[in-house]
């Protein structure tokens, strides 16, 4: 959701803060603003709509006096806003200002009490100027710095309080902590006072915020993207903690003052992993960089013995051997994920498997103990979702192992065990490689569940790692023969309603493509499993409607492969029109499909690597004929944050 960017050194910052909300775009918003500190002064400026607005309102008032001031600091913080309290308007886009005009804050997340504090605040005189609940937060600020200056004032002369007090840049943060104290629901939140220009303090509670550690020059923000092209050092925030940067300190604490120590990583990618490297898209990008994201993610999985290795693994050996029922949680594209997973795991393990949305996980009572294993799966590792299904399973005593993309993240962090998917940075909202990296570490978890229960010998499970260290190579073919799928898109752009159908691996396939021509042309699109399509779905069939059809290999899956092709038939028979997936040299679906895309033979659990690929191409080109912004869809955002 929201983007946030916070810096200090000695360089102007708004550049700086104006590039960082650039990179974060792909997150979704709706507004945008800037609260810089030069000559003395805290200067503002918002606009509802893309960032190209903000911009366009600084270059026409480059010669007044605030523009001139603005471009002069070096202390900043910027903010893409996605509407939850207030509509998309200038009024409410952030930054708020304190009451006196001196502290600005920026926000991401919601504050649940926020009523509540708004009364008090309206009953202690404070007039409102948005409907956000962000404002709360200014104006708590405001009051409990002047608390904070006041007590130092006081202890400073006191006989016993020495000449001299506290550091000034600290009561702003002490402030912060006892604002965040006050707070329910999630947050993040940046703030910088006029009292003390080369002072930005952060804080964080179930939403995301990282620190870019720089020389003579420091950065906050919500994801390292915002900063990663001036530094790749990066800092890990732990949760309910503030930090204060200044040009050359980083202080962390928790929010009852306790000194904090945040976690040092650096990040692998550079900058130009996130432009768009001559694509019209992210997405076209993205599709495109799925054959080495997908070897990336299987790189350095074999250890010196032949066994598999994951990034951080803190469940023991016998812990695993002790599990007797696994839950995949997850959201959208993720749980989809999970859906194939649970094939391959209960096939290799012989584990039942259970695969949950995230948001409805905790609330149905699940039975949890110690030997369940929850797999959260999340590309951001911010999803708010699916990290309450995590801590619901943590108080349950169940081990948690994290599929993610994203170092040093919530999910990871809280989780007792990580797979990282190092799949680089994925700016498109609708997620592409992340779904296909996601793919392969739940293969390799399967196979690791396996390996130590000892149901697969090494060599079997060396076996599949070798079909799966093949499986770059064959999306690589499919991506070469997608000229005729776009041709295909084009044709469909005027289609009222698309579905999808598939049996096994492929049930979740069609789920995926259907989810992915939503999220991008904003059409009807359903998908369904094959077999249930005559309990109900088939009168969604009329004349001409296409129906794309995920078939499974024939080759070790004769008889459902037999079925798919009758439910092909059942379609044609009420007028469909069928687009047809199926396997290189499968001839009998050809009499049957209107229109036929071929991918290589590939072994059953694994074709999903390589069915999904025609989809993500059609559903762009879908997009993209009906003039959609395919990177950036209506009322998405890339990282859901809040339940």
């Given at each position: 959701m ?5 810096y ?10 104006l590039?960082?909300l650039?990179?974060?775009e792909?997150?979704?918003y ?41 471009a ?9 806003r996605?509407?939850?309290h207030?509509g ?18 920026i926000h991401?997340g919601?504050?649940?009490?926020f009523?509540?504090?708004r ?7 404070v ?17 409990e710095?002047a ?6 004032t006081?202890?400073s ?9 506290a550091?000034?840049s600290?009561?702003l ?24 220009p080369?002072?930005v303090v952060g ?11 720089g020389q003579?020059?420091n ?19 732990g ?16 929010f ?5 120590i945040g ?10 992993a ?12 993205e ?5 080495r ?6 790189r350095?999985?074999?250890g ?5 290795m ?5 469940i ?14 997850a ?16 096939h290799w ?9 995230a ?13 369940t294993?929850?797999v ?23 081990r ?10 919530t ?7 990580v797979?990282?998917?190092h ?5 498109a ?5 992340a ?8 293969y ?28 770059p ?6 991506l ?14 005027r289609a009222?309603s698309?579905l999808f159908?598939?049996?096994?691996v ?7 493509g259907?989810?992915?021509l939503k999220?991008l ?6 998908g ?6 005559k ?7 009329d ?16 008889v ?6 009758s439910n ?8 469909a ?18 229109h ?5 033979p590939?072994?059953t659990?694994?074709?999903p ?14 997009a ?19 339940e």
């Open positions: 929201c983007g946030i960017v916070g200090v050194g000695a360089r102007p910052a708004l550049s700086i803060v590039d960082g650039r990179r974060l792909y997150r979704g709706d507004s945008a603003g800037v609260a810089m500190i030069g000559d003395g002064a805290l200067l503002t400026c918002k606009r509802a709509g893309k960032l190209g607005n903000l911009e366009k309102a600084l270059t026409e008032g480059a010669a007044d006096d605030v523009t001139a001031g603005i002069l600091g070096t202390t900043g913080i910027g903010h893409t996605w509407a939850t207030g998309p308007t200038d009024r409410n886009a952030h930054p708020h200002r304190s009451t006196n005009g001196r502290v600005a804050v991401n919601i504050i649940e009490n009523a509540r504090l009364a008090e605040l309206e009953a202690a005189g007039e409102f100027v948005s409907d956000t609940d962000t404002e709360c937060a200014a104006h708590l600020l405001e009051h710095l608390s904070v200056r006041a007590e130092e006081a202890r002369a006191s006989p016993s309080g020495g000449a001299r007090g550091e000034p600290a009561g943060a002490a402030a912060m902590r006892r604002v965040c104290q006050r707070l329910e629901g999630a947050f993040t939140l940046l703030a910088v006072d006029v009292d003390t080369d002072v804080a964080r509670r179930n939403s995301p915020l990282v620190v870019g550690r003579g020059e950065y906050l923000a919500s994801d390292v993207s915002a900063f990663i092209e001036h530094t790749r050092d990066a800092v890990e925030l949760q309910d903690q503030v930090v204060l940067i200044t040009p050359d300190r980083i202080e962390i604490t928790d009852d003052g306790n000194e904090a976690k040092d990583f650096h990040v692998d990618w550079d900058a130009s996130a432009e768009k490297g001559g694509y019209d898209y992210f997405m076209l990008k599709i495109a960089e799925q054959p994201a997908v070897a990336d993610t299987l350095g999985r074999l010196e013995a032949g066994e598999l994951l990034d951080e693994m803190r023991t050996e016998q812990d695993l051997r002790d599990v007797d029922k696994i839950f995949i949680v959201c959208g594209t993720a749980y989809h994920a999970g859906l194939v997973a649970k094939y391959a795991i209960e393990t012989r584990i039942p498997c259970e695969v949950e949305l948001s409805e996980f905790r609330y149905r009572d699940p039975v949890l103990d110690r030997s294993l929850v959260a799966i999340s590309q951001s590792g911010e999803t708010m979702d699916t990290l309450m299904a995590l801590r619901h399973a943590k108080e349950q005593k169940a948690v192992l994290a599929i993610c993309n994203t170092n040093g993240s999910i990871p962090r809280e989780s007792d065990a797979l990282y998917t799949a680089g940075p994925e700016v909202v609708a997620s592409t490689k779904f296909l990296t996601q793919l392969v570490a739940c390799l978890v399967g196979l690791h569940l396996a390996q130590v229960r000892g149901v697969k010998y090494a060599d079997e499970v060396g076996a599949v790692l070798t079909q799966l260290q093949a499986m190579a064959a999306i690589e073919q499919v070469e023969t997608m000229e005729p799928v776009r041709e295909l898109g084009r044709e469909l752009a009222r698309v159908i598939g049996r096994h492929g049930y979740p396939v069609a789920l995926e259907a989810l992915k999220e042309a904003y059409m009807h699109a359903e369904f499993a094959a077999g249930e399509l309990h109900g779905p088939i009168a969604l069939i004349e001409g409607c296409p129906v794309i059809c995920v078939v499974p290999s024939p080759v070790g899956r004769a459902l492969h037999d079925k798919v092709m092909i038939q059942e379609v044609r028979a009420r007028g029109r069928t687009i047809v997936i199926a396997e290189r040299g499968d001839e009998a679906v050809r009499p049957y499909a209107d036929l895309i071929e991918v290589p590939t072994p659990l694994l074709t690597l390589v069915t999904t690929v025609p989809l993500q191409v059609l559903a762009c080109e879908i993209t004929a009906r003039g959609h912004d395919v990177d950036q869809p209506r009322n998405l955002a890339k990282s859901v944050t809040v």
